[in-house]
């Protein structure tokens, strides 16, 4: 069982930034597709940012954080990053790692996920 461990979550202003951090103790860490999710209030799950195994070299976004979020990883901190940048009060949510070892292209499916973290809260306000 691949236990993942986020933090970094807070409470900042419109516009501020915050790095989110999920890490691991696995070692086949570089073998999974690791990816944000977030879930707001009365909203359902949805995908952020996934990033391929080992480095990393294919990313995705969702549309809404294209150009101010960047998915990352560190594979011998076994470590996935997540820096948010220009945050909205629409950002507001909980924030999850997930690992997969594969998601056949469909990358942004949560049942494609088989690990996930306790989620860690980010609060933006105007």
């Known amino acids: 069982q691949v236990q993942l461990v986020e933090s970094g979550g807070g409470s900042v202003q419109a516009g501020g930034t915050l790095r989110l951090s999920c890490s691991t103790s696995t070692y086949a860490f570089p073998m999974y597709y690791m990816g944000w999710f977030r879930q707001a209030p009365g909203k359902e799950r949805e995908g952020v940012a996934v990033?391929?195994?080992?480095?990393?070299?294919?990313?995705y976004y969702a549309d809404s954080v294209k150009g101010r979020f960047t998915i990352s990883r560190d594979n011998a901190k076994k470590t996935v990053y997540l820096q948010m940048n220009s945050l909205s009060p629409e950002d507001t949510a909980m924030y999850y790692c997930?690992?997969?070892?594969?998601?056949?292209?469909?990358?942004?499916?949560?049942?494609?996920?088989?690990?996930w973290g306790q989620g860690t809260q980010v609060t933006v306000s105007s």
């Open positions: 997930a690992a997969s070892p594969g998601t056949a292209g469909d990358v942004f499916n949560t049942r494609k996920y088989p690990a």
């Open positions: 990033i391929s195994p080992y480095g990393g070299g294919i990313k």
